[in-house]
T-cell receptor
Framework: AQKVTQAQTEISVVEKEDVTLDCVYE???????LFWYKQPPSGELVFLIR??????QNEISGRYSWNFQKSTSSFNFTITASQVVDSAVYFC?????????????FGTGTRLTVIP | DGGITQSPKYLFRKEGQNVTLSCEQN?????MYWYRQDPGQGLRLIYY???????QKGDIAEGYSVSREKKESFPLTVTSAQKNPTAFYLC????????????FGPGTRLTVL
């Protein structure tokens, strides 16, 4: 069965610090997809990134970067020079291709608080 | 503007009453989903639909029902059989192909008194 673990329940950082959110996953499928979503206080989930299991290249988008390592089944998310607007709950999610559906299995989320 | 709308944002019901949550999308997506979120927990899949007139149970379907009569609409009914219905409900849609990201609505917070 699939599983996504976000061991960090809550993290607090001071503005401009860097912060890394951890995500570890389990799957028996060889083809799968990993996602990160942001949930601000308004409640709506905002898509941040998708990676497929065959693409281990790290990705950078502005202050955001993602480190995908199949050897450790991890897909970590780093925010550089954090800002107050980054305060939110961040979810890592997994989708397995063998199901034939596009269903997501979510971790329990990490609440990030950026202190001004 | 393309997107997903859910109404109402807040909903209060008495115990024992059925209640229907609305979800509409104009993204022309085939697939739609309903999730439940409880405090401190991730999202759990209730039902999903990959095409009109077809839907499948997710991980926690008991006490819920859905319909998919139109591509744009995927309403969720929380029945009186749902033992603990107070939660935040999120609707999502995506293209049907595997690996596509899901787009989420603003959610409905249901409180059963």
């Amino acid at each position: 069965a699939q599983k996504v673990t976000q061991a960090q329940t809550e993290i607090s950082v001071v503005e401009k610090e860097d912060v890394t959110l951890d995500c570890v996953y389990e799957t028996r499928d060889t083809t799968y997809y990993l996602f990160w979503y942001k949930q601000p206080p308004s409640g709506e989930l905002v898509f941040l990134i998708r990676r497929n299991s065959f693409d281990e290249q790290n990705e950078i988008s502005g202050r955001y970067s993602w480190n995908f390592q199949k050897s450790t089944s991890s897909f970590n998310f780093t925010i550089t020079a954090s800002q107050v607007v980054d305060s939110a709950v961040y979810f890592c999610a997994l989708s397995e291709a063998y199901t034939g559906a596009n269903n997501l299995f979510f971790g329990t989320g990490t609440r990030l608080t950026v202190i001004p | 503007d393309g997107g997903i709308t859910q109404s109402p944002k807040y909903l209060f019901r008495k115990e024992g009453q059925n209640v229907t949550l609305s979800c509409e999308q104009n993204l022309n997506h085939d697939a739609m989903y309903w999730y439940r979120q409880d405090p401190g927990q991730g999202l759990r899949l209730i039902y999903y639909s990959q095409i009109v007139n077809d839907f499948q149970k997710g991980d926690i379907a008991e006490g819920y029902s859905v319909s998919r009569e139109k591509k744009e609409s995927f309403p969720l009914t929380v029945t009186s059989a749902q033992k603990n219905p107070t939660a935040f409900y999120l609707c999502a849609s995506s293209m049907r192909l595997e690996g596509n990201e899901q787009f989420f609505g603003p959610g409905t917070r249901l409180t059963v008194l």
